[in-house]
């Protein structure tokens, strides 16, 4: 990757920036290489606010190791290809995240704030929903601590415990109503959305939506 006067190998497991404003070269030579590219467009002028030495990470390799980097990675896709959320949120999330991650590769604090680590951590927990680890875990990942993690939760009227079970049902739904997956059990994709038991999840589900799943596979 060659921009702005840097140039940089961008090995696997990393990222980088470019100003799509200027010219850039990327060399991707040799039989059988191949990347994975994922274009984030934001405003220059918003992110140059938030990170004013954005201009000098040009073609710079950012890791996307750990929680927050990959999770980060993960939000952004998901935002590109949601359509529930304005164009002017997307943006402010987007170069949060951005800003944040920026600041990690520098080997600083990533600055964000409980509002803005509550779309990670949803992000996270959707990513990891069969297997969630305990919250002073989590919290230890994110670089917050547990009570900090609560807090999160809690500007939100709500309870970690909550979330992940909105979360976990909520992806129970959209599995069932898949016709791809009508041929798989379901006490098979209860436990793929982390629920202990194909009972608690039936129990959950009727709570949440007046039906049990197996009723809202057939429609009934």
Request: proline share 5%; charged share 25%.
């Amino acid at each position: 990757m060659v921009q702005a006067g840097n140039e940089s190998t961008i090995e696997r497991g990393y990222g980088v920036l470019y100003d799509a404003r200027r010219p850039f070269v990327d060399r991707l030579d040799g039989p059988g290489r191949r990347s994975q590219v994922l274009i984030a467009t934001v405003p220059a002028a918003s992110l140059l606010r938030a990170l004013p030495q954005a201009e000098r990470l040009c073609a710079r390799p950012v890791p996307l190791s750990g929680a927050i980097a990959r999770t980060i990675a993960a939000y952004i896709r998901a935002t590109i290809d949601r359509s529930d959320a304005g164009p002017g949120r997307r943006e402010a999330d987007v170069i949060a995240y951005l800003t944040a991650l920026f600041r990690l590769a520098a080997g600083d604090d990533h600055g964000l704030g409980r509002a803005e680590l509550f779309g990670l951590v949803e992000t996270y927990l959707q990513a990891n929903i069969a297997a969630i680890r305990p919250p002073a875990s989590i919290a230890a990942e994110f670089g917050v601590s547990e009570r900090t993690f609560h807090r999160i939760f809690a500007d939100r009227e709500t309870t970690f415990e909550r979330s992940l079970l909105r979360l976990r049902v909520e992806l129970f739904r959209n599995l069932l109503r898949q016709p791809s997956l009508s041929n798989i059990s379901i006490a098979a994709l209860a436990m793929q959305c982390g629920f202990a038991d194909a009972a608690h999840a039936t129990r959950t589900f009727r709570n949440s939506f007046g039906v049990t799943p197996r009723d809202f596979r057939l429609g009934l």
